[in-house]
């Protein structure tokens, strides 16, 4: 039988920050990446610091590679409906505090914004997402390229590697059928299990240091502790929506709107819209 792991949000914030365990981070990025990626160092910026009072909603956490690049991981439970947004400020703050004053423009790192999400961000059925910026011209359309002097220069071969590369993995979109090592990491990230089966790059260290177990004592306080905090406000956030549907529901009902209509509006149940209907709570 399959033993459930820690969550992968709550090792990022307690456990994957140690150089022993960069081989679970580093498995995960090299199979999304599809190239290997070695991590030279954890780093902080002013958007990643964590502090014992952060929420469990959101983590994040800043690589630097070997070979020069900056990989930030962010994961997000609850819903933000600017998160695009966020993801632009967050890679252009990157920019600015990774280059020095004075310094050439040609000295900014190459970084990649990787984003976990555990809500509907956008409109898309896939579960995986690549941003492919490419300069495309509106009249011949053609694409831009770099010149012979760029690509020696910058070690490029499109525009598109000079800027920012972003990863979107919408976990609840997938269906727990891995097809492939990404989709092994995907089923970890929604389920926090790894099949005996898997092959993926950093599973195997996942298996064997994510286990509860494995946690000091005061780690396993600290892990429950966020685990009931998960469950008291994934239970306030319930109640609050459906308050909200009940509320919609009971002024369309006013307008005359019928049940089949209000339930594919509200998400209520044909029996709680007939309840409402009675004038009970």
């Known amino acids: 039988m399959t033993k459930k792991l820690i969550r992968f949000d709550w090792a990022m914030k307690k456990l994957l920050r140690h150089k022993a ?4 981070l580093e498995g995960f990025l090299s199979e999304l990446l599809r190239f290997d990626v070695t991590i030279e160092s954890i780093l902080e910026s002013e958007g990643n610091k964590q502090d014992e009072y952060d929420k469990y909603n959101r983590v994040d956490i800043l690589v630097k590679s070997q070979s020069n690049e900056l990989l930030l991981v962010e994961i997000q439970n609850d819903s933000q409906i600017d998160y695009f947004q966020r993801m632009l400020f967050g890679v252009s703050k990157l920019i600015t505090e990774y280059i020095k004053e004075g310094e050439p423009y040609g000295t900014i790192k190459k970084i990649y914004s990787i984003n976990i999400v555990y809500f509907g961000l956008g409109q898309g059925k896939d579960y995986v997402y690549e941003y492919k910026g490419e300069f495309v011209g509106l009249h011949e359309n053609d694409i831009l390229l770099p010149t012979s002097l760029q690509k020696q220069g910058f070690k490029v071969e499109k525009v598109s590697d000079i800027f920012p590369k972003y990863y979107i993995l919408k976990v609840n979109n997938f269906n ?14 929604k389920n926090s299990e790894v099949k005996d089966t898997f092959k993926a790059k950093g599973l195997d260290k996942a298996k064997e240091k994510l286990r509860y177990e494995r946690l000091t004592d005061e780690e396993k306080k600290m892990y429950d502790r966020f685990q009931e905090n998960r469950r008291i406000e994934n239970s306030v956030r319930y109640t ?10 009971k002024r369309m009902i006013v307008a005359g709107s019928k049940d089949d209509f209000i339930a594919q509006m509200t998400d209520l149940t044909l029996e709680q819209i007939a309840q409402l209907r009675r004038g009970e709570d």
Do not use: P, S
């Not at 365990?21 to 679970?24: C, K």
């Not at 727990?176 to 990230?189: H, P, R």
């Not at 609050?240 to 529901?249: S, T, V």
């Open 21 to 24: 365990n960069f081989g679970i």
């Open 176 to 189: 727990n059928i891995a097809k492939d090592t990404l989709d092994e990491w995907v089923y970890f990230l």
């Open 240 to 249: 609050a929506r459906q308050e909200q549907a009940a509320e919609i529901a």
